[in-house]
């Protein structure tokens, strides 16, 4: 069974700092996604990992992926207030777009 | 990029009535979409795997009469809560995976959020 955990669950930390959320996965998948859902909406694609070693950034938010590992991470960089969220990675089981979620982590940036 | 259009947004019914949620592909064609559910402060779990033409695929646990899924379009699929129970109120959202020649990606209707009183 394909499990994906998540950590930490929650994060409260100042502007400016940096932290990383990790994501591990129990079976071999090269196909990862990360996800920000604000409260009482939908979610919103940050990033797509398609393969060992692949690594994204977009604004102060980088996401890497490791498939021996298992372990993806969201690095977050001079946090800002509006990066409040939660952040979702989910592993595609069986490459067929099936998504296996994490429980999330719920990112709270103070002023 | 692709957009995936849910429809309603928000839905409130009385107990016992029935709701039908639709999941568009606006501009591709999606053979395969997927139904996910999500309750408060929880993450997402998913339903059903709707398929075009044919019957869907619920996951364990998941009641295939109360919870109907019809795909009859290349574009279109749709979730049908039926005798509705203020359990059923969720965030309900699903997705379809649009393939190209570099491989694919899922993309995310806005989700319907359910209440039922």
């Known amino acids: 069974e394909l499990k994906v955990e998540q950590n930490p669950l929650f994060l409260s930390m100042q502007e400016g700092k940096n932290y990383t959320i990790y994501c591990n996965y129990s079976t071999t998948s090269d196909r990862l996604y990360w996800y920000r859902q604000d409260p009482g909406k939908s979610l919103e694609s940050l990033f797509v990992l398609l393969s060992n070693g692949a690594v994204k950034q977009e604004g102060r938010l980088m996401a890497s992926l490791d498939t021996k590992a298992r372990l993806s991470t969201l690095h977050i960089t001079a946090a800002v207030h509006d990066l409040s969220a939660t952040y979702f990675c989910?592993?595609?089981?069986?490459?067929?777009?099936?998504?296996?979620w994490g429980a999330g982590t719920k990112l709270i940036i103070k002023p | 990029g692709a957009v995936v259009s849910q429809h309603p947004s928000w839905v409130i019914c009385k107990s016992g009535t029935s709701v039908k949620i639709e999941c568009r592909s606006l501009?591709?064609?999606?053979?395969?979409m997927f139904w996910y559910r999500q309750f408060p402060k929880q993450s997402l779990m998913l339903m059903a795997t709707s398929n075009e033409g044919s019957k869907a695929t619920y996951e364990q646990g998941v009641e295939k009469d109360k919870f109907l899924i019809n795909h009859a379009s290349l574009t279109l699929s749709t979730l049908t809560v039926t005798s509705a129970h203020p359990e059923d109120s969720s965030f309900y959202i699903c997705?379809?995976?649009?393939?190209?020649?570099?491989?694919?990606?899922?993309?995310f209707g806005q989700g319907t959020r359910l209440t039922v009183v």
């Open positions: 997705s379809a995976p649009m393939i190209g020649q570099g491989g694919g990606e899922a993309f």
């Open positions: 501009d591709f064609q999606a053979t395969t």
């Open positions: 989910a592993v595609d089981m069986d490459s067929n777009y099936q998504l296996i």
